[in-house]
């Protein structure tokens, strides 16, 4: 099953942190393999309309990004909104 | 207390081989400020003073309340309505009489932050809204002083160490590398509506005070350029590399001088329009009796006027002069308005509901020029 193989491949798993999980409703994640975060953040946007209203920090491989860096399928991705609380 | 006992009381962290007699004396020589003596506070508190933290410095302007009981775990029930920052040092001094203990039963702001955290070394943020967050991480990196952080979140909490280098070529990270600009409202869930449960801030701020005993002492990785995350309900960690980024430093205050200006209420909140008053309003609310208008500039700063009578007090000198008010409407006026809406914040919170406060929006230079046009 070949075809199967490769549509599994096409997806990208994703962290989340505080109240996107509630968002979301789940502590992970996946949307379809993306080139690069911009374009994460559009595909996110669009399967998650919430999250447009929402600040957050992008992690990729462990390292907060500060520009457009390029995603693949192996990515660790994580989004980290942040507290105020005390 | 003789040498003996002291050294009876850190008994077992001096045989640490790691920490030793040095790493106490380094603790006692230290001098920490903690900003909130709230649910992260509390933990911190404790703790660095039971270490021997030589000097602590507890911000706080909130009084206890029955529901800070169940996470802010220095305070009792007798406590209810008192001030925190002297309850928790009253109780710290039975803890350990030996170090310096320093209550400042005051709210801090962008007009007092600098001098405040100039006496310490280090800095805790145990604070619990944006404002005074992005507040203390400009003044700390203005000042070069290390911050240490931690905020939390119904189960989740963050912990990093900000404005210290690994080593010598590293650039130091802060606040605004992690994120640049404060979420405004409604981005973002505050703790009074997200709730959060009593012992997550037990863990963080015990992990923030753990953070600084390693810094002071110089043992183990703290937790520099790094942000940890917990979950109490899975007990994941995750930790995140943080770079400094040069655009971000943009973002803060260039010197102490625009510090003071900053309006971090503002940056952080809805804009207080609730305040501004324009030309025309103005213009016949100073035709009343029963009114006080402030200049909040610096007692030289110019263009005066002499179509009104008022006041002249400092923004950085109203908390205190206060009492010179007498009116129960005031309209405070600056330059250009911005520190005019600080000024009717500060007042706002001063006299509550008892007077009418307003702000002249686009300051004096704005109104002169619009008088100007009219005649």
Redesign the interface.
């Known amino acids: 099953m070949p075809d199967c193989l490769i549509l599994q491949m096409r997806y990208m798993e994703i962290?989340l942190?505080?109240?996107l999980r509630d968002l979301a409703g789940s502590?992970r994640i996946s949307v379809g393999v993306v080139t690069d975060t911009n374009d994460l953040q559009k595909e996110l946007n669009l399967k998650y309309p919430d999250f447009a209203?929402?600040?957050y920090?992008i992690?990729v491989d462990?390292?907060?990004i500060?520009k457009t860096v390029p995603l693949n399928a192996e990515s660790e991705i994580?989004l980290?909104?942040?507290?105020?609380?005390? | 207390m003789n040498k003996q006992n002291l050294y009876e009381r850190y008994q077992r962290q001096i045989i640490l081989k790691e920490f030793g007699e040095e790493g106490q004396q380094k603790l006692l020589n230290a001098k920490v400020l903690v900003i909130g003596a709230g649910g992260l506070g509390c933990p911190m508190l404790q703790y660095l003073a039971a270490a021997g933290v030589g000097t602590i410095g507890i911000v706080d302007d909130d009084k206890v309340a029955l529901s800070n009981l169940h996470r802010q775990i220095l305070f009792s029930v007798n406590d209810i309505g008192k001030s925190k920052s002297e309850q928790a040092a009253s109780y710290l001094k039975r803890l350990n009489p030996e170090i310096k203990l320093i209550a400042f039963n005051k709210r801090i702001t962008n007009l007092n932050a600098l001098e405040l955290i100039s006496d310490f070394d280090y800095v805790a943020d145990g604070s619990d809204n944006f404002a005074t967050r992005y507040m203390m991480n400009d003044a700390c990196v203005l000042l070069k002083k290390p911050l240490i952080y931690g905020a939390i979140s119904r189960f989740e909490g963050q912990v990093a160490v900000f404005n210290c280098k690994k080593n010598q070529y590293d650039e130091p990270v802060n606040y605004r590398d992690l994120f640049p600009e404060p979420p405004k409202e409604n981005e973002i869930l505050n703790c009074a509506e997200a709730g959060v449960l009593g012992v997550l801030p037990g863990i963080i701020g015990t992990m923030m005070a753990n953070e600084c005993i390693k810094l002071i002492t110089g043992i183990g990785e703290p937790l520099i350029n790094t942000l940890l995350t917990y979950n109490t309900l899975t007990n994941e960690t995750y930790q995140i590399e943080l770079t400094a980024d040069k655009k971000n430093n943009t973002l803060i205050p260039k010197d102490e001088t625009s510090f003071r200006e900053m309006n971090y209420e503002w940056l952080c909140g809805p804009v207080s329009k609730e305040f501004e008053i324009d030309s025309s309003v103005f213009n016949s609310l100073i035709q009343q009796e029963n009114i006080d208008i402030i200049d909040v500039r610096e007692i030289d700063e110019k263009p005066d006027t002499n179509d009104f009578n008022y006041l002249k007090i400092p923004l950085d000198e109203l908390e205190k002069n206060n009492s010179k008010i007498k009116n129960d409407i005031i309209v405070t006026f600056c330059q250009t308005g911005k520190r005019s809406v600080q000024a009717a914040e500060i007042l706002s919170r001063i006299f509550k509901d008892q007077k009418k406060i307003y702000s002249l929006k686009g300051g004096i230079i704005e109104w002169k020029n619009q008088k100007k046009d009219h005649e």
């Open positions: 962290i942190f505080g109240q502590n209203n929402t600040k920090a992690a462990k390292k907060i500060s994580a980290l909104p942040p507290f105020s609380g005390g």
